[in-house]
């Protein structure tokens, strides 16, 4: 890594970030995953995957996977082939929720790779309800169990490739244009699930440039889950690896294009969305549990404020913090939670040190310590994770501010 920083004229910090750039080619499950995998992740998570998903799924009874190697555009791509045999019968969305959450227990899935996975569904089961108005909340087209696997496996992938932790860029969206035959009837390009992701995110998308289907709702639903951030120019960036994945049709478009890079800024920029309500008939257990249910479902931060109500009654403002991907699902969280009637949105953007996740090992534990820098690399703060700390300390019999020193110092000696 140190070789390839310096062959890149590289020095000081530069944040890792993933680039997709589905502005030709589209996006798709499987897509995605491929392109990941072209770029450096490891076969053996998709091969766990396969092996685990039917015990988890019901009607599944086999999944092999096969990747091969093909030319879009006369660019080297990996496709990834997906042979599943199962009885197929109709699923609703909970019978994916309730498989993920096996698939969690039986991968020891991350928070980032399920959080990822069940917002990805989010987005379809809330286009399809929109589309079809559907109570039993059916799946329709998207109840394949490949639906499942592809959003499982490409947060998973990007986890794998240290990409977690790091900010993801995306480029407007090739949808292709013209029309496609569902079992609904035949519909325009984009399809009415994907034009319903898009909306919701967000996403900026363009026709075309091709006749057909480029862009699945599964690959956008993903897209819209991944991407912190969805731009027409980046800031200056650096190419560390390429990677280029390819559907199973070939409409003569260059493959999807992932790229890890090096992203240059001596701040990081992006934009969140800041909900604000006001309650004033809210007990403080109400306000404590509404807080862990929001960070539990993504909120990057939740703030609960005194203030004085209408006619001097004790009151709180409770403002959130959340990507935009997540506004709606929150703001309809803090009604049904706190009963208030209606909640404010704002989307501001921020500037952000750049920060790294380093791991210090410590009487045979690792330690996770987040890492902030400023301008031309220099750290100006170094905090250990708290929950890392506290298991750590029960186990030593140390104080949590005693342990906290020594994996401060033995970070620091350690450059």
Known sequence: MEQ??????????????????????????????AALLDLGAELEMVR????????????????????EKVARASIAATTLKLEIVENRKERSITDFYASLDELRRSLNLSSYVYSRAKLSLEYLERA???????????????????????????????????????????????????SVKIAHGVVSIPAPAV?????ERGIPFKLGPVEGELSTPTGVALLAALAD??????????????????????????????AEVYVEED???????????????????????????????????????PATGKRGRPAFLVQVLTEPGRAVELANLLMVELGTLGVRFSTVERVKLKREVREIEYQGEKVRVKLAYGG????????????????????????????????????????
């Open 4 to 33: 390839t920083k310096k062959k890149l004229g590289i020095t000081g910090l530069h944040v890792r970030a993933l680039l997709i750039d589905a502005s030709a080619s589209g996006v798709s499950g499987d897509m995605l995953s």
């Open 48 to 67: 766990r995957l396969a092996a685990s998903l039917p015990s988890c799924l019901e009607g599944l009874t086999n999944v092999n996977v096969n990747l």
């Open 128 to 178: 399809e309800r929109r589309i079809h108005g559907d109570s039993k909340k059916h799946l329709h087209e998207l109840a394949s169990a490949d639906t499942l696997f592809d959003v499982v496996l490409a947060p998973l992938l990007v986890e794998s490739l240290g990409l977690g932790e790091g900010k993801v860029f995306a480029t407007p969206v090739a949808t292709g244009r013209g």
């Open 195 to 199: 034009k319903e992701i898009l909306v």
């Open 229 to 258: 951030e969805f731009v027409s120019e980046t800031p200056p960036l650096k190419v560390l690896r390429l990677g280029y994945g390819a559907g199973s049709m070939d409409y003569g478009t260059q493959p999807l294009s992932v």
């Open 267 to 305: 701040l990081q920029r992006d934009k969140v969305v800041v909900l604000e309500t006001n309650v004033d008939d809210v007990d403080g257990e109400l306000l404590a549990y509404a807080r862990d249910l929001l960070i539990e479902r993504g909120a990057l931060d939740v703030l609960t404020i």
């Open 376 to 415: 031309e690399g220099k750290l100006v703060r170094a905090k250990p994770e708290f929950v890392d700390l506290e298991r750590l300390a029960k186990r030593l019999g140390l104080s949590l501010r005693e342990l906290r020193e020594k994996v401060l110092k033995k970070l620091y000696s350690s450059g």
